[in-house]
């Protein structure tokens, strides 16, 4: 502590004058405690009372009072004249900056841009999500989906309700994409942010580099948003090639299975399965939709749980 006050002193004597720091010191010899009134007129300057506060030169007794902080240390420096030349004092300072950027600033997490690259896996569930995507639009591929899942999925319409086998279809799609945003696909775009918010911190555009960014700059900001990209697009594949395949299977179910049966719906009230409930949303969509949400949610608190 006693280094560093030193240092501060030195700093204040270089930029402001040893006569500046006797005016000080002939205060507090006046004056325990002193305030800006107390000065005679253009006796010491805005800038080497500002300093002095700074520094730690004086010390904050109340809203309004400074008292010196070591009058016979301070002292030694004015009787002795022990001040450091001006490299060494643009030295230390250069060093505090340095300690400071090296203990003061969040150290940035490892991260690894070819985790975001498409995988074998990655390929697959995305050509699976497009063709799911697809399949939707073309009746003949709509039918033959509904086909090939039509033979293990019968067994529900047998065994429960429609409004059962929505609620249990529902709530294994949101199973599966909670599987696949945090088994399957871990990489965090979090860390990622951290590093291109470092990157502009300094930039006064809203998204960008500052106008002195060099050209590694650049390119590592241009790897870094194309890796989040693909980070966030790839377990979109894997949860559409679950989702759009089932979402399929119950719009063909509804008009088969889901006939003269009609669900109530608290404020909406009754309605066919098939039927519009809200604008273009159906009765079963809608209860698709509403029971995912919260099997989603359920599975996410269970999952803190355990």
């Given at each position: 502590m006693k280094k560093d006050f030193e240092k501060n002193i030195e700093k204040y004597i270089n930029e402001v004058g040893i006569s500046e720091l006797t005016t000080i010191?002939?205060?507090?010899?006046?004056?325990?405690?002193?305030?800006?009134?107390?000065?005679?007129?253009?006796?010491?300057?805005?800038?080497?009372?500002?300093?002095?506060?700074?520094?730690?030169?004086?010390?904050?007794?109340?809203?309004?009072?400074?008292?010196?902080?070591?009058?016979?240390?301070?002292?030694?420096?004015?009787n002795t004249g022990e001040v450091e030349s001006q490299e060494d004092i643009q030295e230390d300072i250069q060093e505090d900056i340095q300690e400071e950027d090296t203990y003061g600033k969040e150290q940035l997490p490892e991260i690894n841009l070819s985790n975001a690259k498409w995988a074998t896996k990655d390929k697959i569930f995305g050509?699976?999500?497009?063709?799911?995507?697809?399949?939707?639009?073309?009746?003949?591929?709509?039918?033959g989906v509904y086909v090939v899942?039509?033979?293990?999925?019968?067994?529900?319409?047998?065994?429960?309700?429609?409004?059962?086998?929505?609620?249990?279809?529902?709530?294994?799609?949101?199973?599966?994409?909670?599987?696949?945003?945090?088994?399957?696909?871990t990489t965090s775009t979090r860390d990622m942010l951290k590093h291109i918010k470092s990157?502009?911190?300094?930039?006064?555009?809203?998204?960008g580099l500052p106008d002195d960014a060099t050209e590694?700059?650049?390119?590592?900001?241009?790897?870094?948003?194309?890796a989040i990209m693909k980070s966030q697009i790839k377990p979109f594949g894997a949860i559409l090639s679950a989702t759009i395949p089932v979402l399929i299977w119950l719009s063909v179910t509804v008009n088969v299975v889901g006939v003269g049966e009609t669900a109530k719906?608290?404020?909406?009230?009754?309605?066919?399965?098939?039927?519009?409930?809200?604008?273009?949303?159906?009765?079963w969509l809608f209860?698709?939709?509403?029971?995912?949400?919260?099997?989603?949610?359920?599975?996410?608190?269970?999952r803190k749980l355990f």
């Amino acid at each position: 502590m006693k280094k560093d006050f030193e240092k501060n002193i030195e700093k204040y004597i270089n930029e402001v004058g040893i006569s500046e720091l006797t005016t000080i010191i002939n205060l507090s010899d006046k004056h325990t405690h002193f305030s800006w009134s107390d000065l005679d007129d253009n006796s010491l300057s805005v800038k080497a009372w500002g300093l002095a506060i700074e520094y730690e030169v004086i010390e904050e007794v109340n809203k309004r009072q400074y008292e010196i902080s070591d009058k016979e240390l301070i002292k030694s420096f004015v009787n002795t004249g022990e001040v450091e030349s001006q490299e060494d004092i643009q030295e230390d300072i250069q060093e505090d900056i340095q300690e400071e950027d090296t203990y003061g600033k969040e150290q940035l997490p490892e991260i690894n841009l070819s985790n975001a690259k498409w995988a074998t896996k990655d390929k697959i569930f995305g050509l699976l999500g497009l063709f799911g995507v697809i399949s939707y639009a073309i009746e003949p591929l709509r039918e033959g989906v509904y086909v090939v899942l039509n033979i293990p999925l019968q067994y529900l319409t047998h065994l429960f309700p429609f409004y059962m086998v929505i609620l249990i279809l529902a709530s294994l799609t949101s199973i599966w994409a909670i599987i696949v945003q945090q088994k399957i696909y871990t990489t965090s775009t979090r860390d990622m942010l951290k590093h291109i918010k470092s990157l502009t911190k300094d930039s006064d555009k809203k998204f960008g580099l500052p106008d002195d960014a060099t050209e590694e700059e650049e390119n590592e900001l241009m790897a870094l948003q194309a890796a989040i990209m693909k980070s966030q697009i790839k377990p979109f594949g894997a949860i559409l090639s679950a989702t759009i395949p089932v979402l399929i299977w119950l719009s063909v179910t509804v008009n088969v299975v889901g006939v003269g049966e009609t669900a109530k719906f608290p404020i909406l009230g009754e309605s066919a399965w098939s039927s519009s409930l809200i604008g273009p949303i159906s009765a079963w969509l809608f209860w698709y939709i509403l029971t995912s949400m919260i099997s989603s949610q359920l599975f996410k608190k269970l999952r803190k749980l355990f």
